[in-house]
């Protein structure tokens, strides 16, 4: 089999509520849909979400790097030889989140090639995974309505936290709102996106004793070594690694250094190869995970419980895959549900992410 062409599609679909966080905000989900054609009729899909205020790239630099930089040397290879389309898209530097995407519609046309599902491809360890949602900044009392909400609605128990506002008093505030209202049994932990020093972060931890957080993700920027160090030995609750970690050798590096002591998976911008490679360095490690959402649509969000639904380690936390809820319309055929707080991975070949025409047609933005 051979590629005889990629597509990368930019498109626009506004979001009826915006996510906003420490380090951007998300009001309109300006993604890039990749293609991966073959001379069999068989084609890759995945979805690109750009998010400059984290890795750098945006919509044009994503369609750029795919077609301009990838496609041209990576068609005419057998989509299989995954290997050899990975060392051609490492002479480019950085440039994760077109990578990812590009890995993931190679997986997804493997898994249509060969008739199979792609988490049964990876690991095929159960078939669907618990849901984590993401509250984005609000004041504290809406925070928990909404949390309120998505359990009732979706039977949702474990909540991610954007905080690293100053005052700390505001976040710290809304983690006891949030804890009271919700009770013991519900999880909650923590992401700054980097919003405070390492410093500030340890008051936060000291301030909100006995709430009962479960992680502290992205606390301060990763490249404070020292002071993010000290953090990670004071910490009574792992923290976790996410924009730091991007490929195999920046969570090795995290790891080793004392960074942090868990991992955020993004298959986004990982792929499920460099997502595999991740995830054997924490299993070896003895480090937890935790599936992330990187603000994804639900194509996104099928790649990401296809990869955690595959294996045991991805699949004991929840999985951040709700945030697709958020966005006014999507581009997938059968829109995903979320049902007693788990999503079901597809029993597709492929990822199982079938794209509506129409709906393409409607929100691309080249033509
Ligand atoms: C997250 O976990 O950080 C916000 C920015 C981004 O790249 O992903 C989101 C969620
Ligand atoms: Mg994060």
Not at 119 to 134: C, P, Y
Not at 230 to 256: C, H, M, N, W, Y
Not at 282 to 310: E, H, K, P, R, Y
Not at 328 to 336: H, N, Q, R, V
């Amino acid at each position: 089999m051979k590629i005889t062409g990629i597509e990368a599609i930019p498109y626009a679909i506004p979001y009826n509520h915006p996510l906003a966080f420490a380090s951007g905000s998300v009001a309109t989900a300006d993604h890039v849909l990749v293609r991966i054609h073959t001379d069999e009729g068989v084609t890759g899909v995945a979805d690109a979400p750009p998010r400059p205020y984290t890795y750098g790239e945006t919509q044009v630099s994503i369609k750029n790097v795919v077609e301009e930089l990838f496609a041209p040397q990576i068609i005419g290879l057998d989509p299989f030889d995954r290997e050899k389309i990975h060392a051609v898209m490492r002479r480019t530097i950085h440039n994760q989140v077109a990578k990812g995407t590009v890995d993931i519609a190679l997986w997804d046309l493997a898994g249509k090639a060969l008739g199979q599902p792609v988490h049964k491809l990876l690991g095929g360890w159960t078939d669907s995974m618990r849901v984590s949602h993401m509250l984005g900044f609000k004041p504290a009392q809406e925070l928990l309505d909404e949390a309120l909400r998505f359990g009732e609605d979706y039977g949702i128990t474990t909540f991610k936290l954007k905080v690293g506002r100053r005052p700390l008093s505001l976040d710290i505030e809304a983690c006891r709102v949030l804890r009271e209202g919700l009770g013991e049994g519900v999880e909650l932990y923590l992401d700054a996106n980097r919003g405070w020093t390492a410093n500030e972060a340890l008051q936060v931890l000291q301030q909100t004793e006995g709430l009962g957080l479960t992680l502290l993700e992205e606390p301060c920027d990763a490249k404070e070594a020292m002071s993010r160090r000290r953090l990670v030995e004071k910490s009574p609750i792992p923290v976790v690694g996410d924009e730091s970690v991007p490929t195999a050798g920046d969570a090795s590096r995290e790891l080793l250094s004392g960074g942090c002591n868990a991992i955020c998976i993004k298959t986004a911008r990982s792929g499920f190869t460099e997502a595999t490679e991740i995830l054997g360095l924490c299993t070896g490690l003895g480090v937890d995970v935790t599936m992330g959402n990187q603000i994804d649509t639900q194509i996104g969000s099928l790649a990401t419980v296809t990869f955690g639904a595959a294996h045991e380690a991805t699949s004991r936390r929840a999985g951040e895959l709700s945030n697709f809820l958020d966005m006014s319309d999507d581009l997938l055929a059968e829109p995903i549900s979320i049902v007693d707080g788990r999503i079901s991975v597809r029993d597709l070949p492929g990822v199982g992410a079938e794209i509506s025409e129409d709906k393409l047609a409607r929100y691309r933005t080249d033509s």
